[in-house]
């Protein structure tokens, strides 16, 4: 599957943006799709990831600690797409974003591969 992250760009501490991964090739409702970031001079992060159903039903999603409350994963199959709602942005928050296939569960997730093009958010006022 080959995935294109869009959305980003500059907003407002307080601000909101959504981001946007678009998938080609394989339908995204058969993958945990994964957000992840990096920031200049950090490791990569994961932000947040979104499981997809099985014989046991769904699964909630992931999010790091600094995101929860804030920030919003969710899938549209019909746009075969993953998006993340970002609200009440921080200054801690710009980096590159890209999204990835993922594996984990409601504690932990790691990137899976299948790394798309990121896209930059930033915060400033």
């Known amino acids: 599957v080959q995935l294109q992250a869009s959305g980003g760009g500059l907003v407002q501490p307080g601000g909101s943006l959504k981001l946007a991964c678009a998938g080609s090739?394989?339908?995204?409702?058969?993958?945990?799709i994964g957000w992840f970031r990096q920031a200049p001079g950090k490791e990569r992060e994961t932000v947040a990831c979104?499981?997809?159903?099985?014989?046991?039903?769904?699964?909630?999603?992931y999010y790091a600690d600094s995101v929860k409350g804030r920030f919003t994963i969710s899938r549209d199959n019909a746009e075969n797409s993953v998006y993340l709602q970002m609200n009440s942005l921080k200054s801690e928050d710009p980096a590159v974003y890209y999204c990835?296939?993922?594996?984990?569960?409601?504690?932990?997730?790691?990137?899976?591969?299948?790394w798309g093009r990121g896209t930059q958010v930033t915060v400033s006022s």
């Open positions: 090739g394989r339908t995204l409702d058969s993958y945990d």
């Open positions: 979104i499981f997809r159903s099985d014989s046991r039903g769904d699964h909630k999603p």
């Open positions: 990835a296939t993922a594996y984990g569960n409601l504690f932990y997730c790691n990137s899976g591969g299948s």
